[in-house]
């Protein structure tokens, strides 16, 4: 089973709100990886947890706040988000967070922000 | 000057005919040179990877990385409909403290007609 699986789907919040994007996958990875990704663009890489600890905050605002509570659980805290945050945010994992591995991709939260 | 280079297209070819995608990078340090494919409001998928030089085939899939030259090379035989996607090239360092961090290419927009 290669399968990252992300919730929800899509999501539409004001401003002012405070939601959760969650990521999960049961492959016995131990790094796990946060993009944003906007229209026609490539990934951006936002934030990596290997085994459980942050290793690479790609200077994300702080509206933006990881959390990995396992090691098969990622979850995106977002709060008082701007419009220009709209974007599809991918998860990915990976053995261990090696240059060499491959990273497996979740289909992704489409993100509004009104 | 970006990282990596990659015409973003868009590529319209018929049915059955052989595509080639490129990529040129300009950090020799890059050993880990991967093609993802990505249908729309999908998250990416590993096509191929190939460490340093060399050529690796899949099916209707090669990959070809050419480190002298710092140049990478997909290419599809018989193209299908389904081929029709972005395609992107990442590429990661070796060890250090780059962790899993993919350098990705802008991706090229292909569509196979039929």
């Known amino acids: 089973d290669t399968e990252v699986t992300q919730t929800p789907k899509h999501l539409v919040m004001g401003m002012t709100n405070k939601k959760s994007l969650k990521c999960e996958q049961h492959?016995?990875?131990?790094?796990m990886y946060w993009y944003k990704q906007k229209a026609k663009k490539p990934p951006e890489l936002m934030f990596v947890?290997?085994?459980?600890?942050?290793?690479i905050n790609e200077s994300v605002p702080s509206r933006f706040s990881p959390e990995c509570p396992n090691s098969s659980l990622l979850n995106l805290h977002l709060h008082a988000l701007q419009p220009e945050d709209s974007a599809l945010y991918l998860c990915?994992?990976?053995?261990?967070?090696?240059?060499?591995?491959?990273?497996?991709f979740g289909p992704g939260t489409r993100l509004l922000v009104l | 000057q970006k990282e990596v280079e990659q015409d973003p297209g868009p590529l319209s070819v018929p049915e059955g005919a052989i595509v080639s995608l490129n990529c040129t990078y300009s950090?020799?340090?890059?050993?880990?040179f991967m093609w993802y494919r990505q249908y729309s409001r999908k998250g990416p998928e590993l096509l191929m990877y190939?460490?340093?030089?060399g050529n690796k085939e899949d099916g209707r899939f090669t990959a070809q990385v050419d480190k002298s030259s710092k140049y990478i090379s997909l290419f599809i035989r018989d193209s299908q409909p389904s081929d029709s996607a972005t395609y992107l090239c990442?590429?990661?360092?070796?060890?250090?403290?780059?962790?899993?961090?993919?350098?990705f290419g802008q991706g090229t927009i292909l569509t196979v007609h039929p």
């Open positions: 990915a994992s990976s053995q261990s967070g090696l240059a060499r591995e491959t990273q497996y």
């Open positions: 492959m016995g990875h131990r790094a």
């Open positions: 947890y290997s085994y459980e600890k942050l290793s």
């Open positions: 950090n020799s340090a890059f050993q880990y």
């Open positions: 190939t460490y340093s030089s």
């Open positions: 990442a590429m990661s360092l070796a060890g250090g403290t780059s962790y899993g961090k993919l350098t």
